[in-house]
């Protein structure tokens, strides 16, 4: 599905996030409220989808730069927030709070802010975003859709895509994503399902990273 607001109804900078609490209460408000209205501006533009994964990530050379020194990547937790409200970034295997809040968590001061500025997300979109699509067949999404209603659907991915990188060594670093979409994949086997994984990085050109900040 798509979310495209009227010009004329846009909420995207009605919150001020210097006064959120919470990612999921405020942060994620601006379009929440939008897809609960009465008149969702909304649109279906794939069918048969049962899994999206958006992952953002800095260029390679700058990625494996902060590896190398065991730093995060731009996005450990796949979420990406260019207000900079939920960002730390813990050298790994220290023990800290996760990299991004989940949804729900409450905000912390532990923040690493060094380094935060190193990678300085705010006001910046992500350089490269690795999208992961996985679809079924038709007769698969048919067999699916007509087992007992419930969480057949969430089934495939619970407890998948939640972290993309595991703490630890540089050669860990890099398998979650990898070990789960592996096990969705056996998932899907399991229950006889058709499906095909398609994989992209897509380069954002309006994208200007730069760690370089003003007060």
Known sequence: MELMQPAES?????????????????????????????SRPVRSIAENVVGLIIWPKLAKGDESARLDQGRSPLSPNYIYDSSLLTFKSPRFGTAVSPVYLNEGAKLTSTTDLQDAAQINPKNQLPPIVQVTLIALDEQSAARLEDQ???????DLSKGLFEVACSPGTRSNQETRYDQDLQEMQQRMVKAGLTYRVFTSDVVIRAAKWSASQTK
């Open 10 to 38: 846009m909420s995207v900078y009605d919150l001020d996030p210097k006064g959120a609490t919470t990612f999921a209460g405020d942060q994620l408000r601006w379009f929440r409220t939008a897809v609960t209205g009465a």
């Open 148 to 154: 007992p209603k419930g969480s057949a659907v969430e």
